[in-house]
């Protein structure tokens, strides 16, 4: 079965922009989960949505946000980009929120901002 | 506040050993915890869960125990090969009661041939 899809791969954008991050979580998966992945900090979680509420948040300003729409496909929005905000931003699928599911994780959007 | 630590951001053995490789936590008690496996490039790969009474998990050449008392898990690979180097990751969950992991820094595995 299909794995878990993000696009798009790589996106450069200008510092004071906004972008759109897309997720098609594995088919039958309601929880998404998002992360940043820096070299100085590791993985980083943003947020998770499960049946289009999220329902947990990590430490990041308000410029990031998300959503999921009713076929479990998730879109992370970034408003007025940071150069700090350049990283590898990973998606990440499960059956349900749960302790006994691994993730299963997207290639990631590798985001370069300038 | 807690803390995750994995024991070096970069190990190099010999192909054919085993890697050894080390998850510490300070100033919490995870139910249980995931190992994954991270290649350049590439989203982090689920390899193996283990639960709080669980003392050892076993798949194919790989080993992950979880000592409670110690708050440590450690990770094996046996009989090493260079397709195992890649940058390996400890995720316990966040705090009690949360399903949202979170991720230590990783170990960079170099299996020299």
């Known amino acids: 079965k299909a794995g878990v899809t993000q696009t798009p791969r790589y996106l450069i954008k200008t510092r004071g922009q906004q972008v759109t991050l897309s997720c098609s979580p594995i088919?039958?998966?309601?929880?998404v989960s998002w992360y940043q992945q820096t070299p100085g900090q590791g993985l980083q979680f943003l947020f998770e949505?499960?049946?289009?509420?999220?329902?947990n948040k990590g430490n990041f300003p308000g410029r990031f946000s998300g959503r999921q729409f009713s076929n479990s496909r998730s879109e992370m929005n970034v408003s007025t980009l940071e150069l700090g905000d350049s990283a590898l931003y990973l998606c990440?699928?499960?059956?349900?929120?749960?302790?006994?599911?691994?993730?299963?994780f997207g290639s990631g959007t590798r985001l370069t901002v300038v | 506040s807690q803390k995750i630590e994995q024991n070096s951001e970069a190990l190099n053995i010999q192909e054919g050993k085993t890697a050894t490789l080390t998850c510490n936590y300070t100033n919490y008690s995870p139910a249980y915890l995931q190992w994954y496996r991270q290649d350049p490039g590439r989203g982090p790969v689920f390899l193996l869960l283990i639960r709080e009474n669980e003392k050892e998990k076993r798949k194919e050449r790989l080993k992950v125990t979880f000592d409670t008392t110690l708050k440590q898990s450690l990770f094996h690979i046996t009989a090493s090969q260079p397709a195992d180097s890649a940058t390996y990751l400890c995720a316990p969950p966040f705090g009690a009661g949360s399903y949202q992991l979170t991720f230590g820094k990783g170990t960079k595995l170099s299996v020299i041939p």
């Open positions: 949505y499960f049946s289009e509420t999220q329902r």
């Open positions: 088919s039958g998966h309601r929880s």
């Open positions: 990440a699928s499960s059956p349900r929120q749960g302790r006994e599911y691994g993730y299963t």
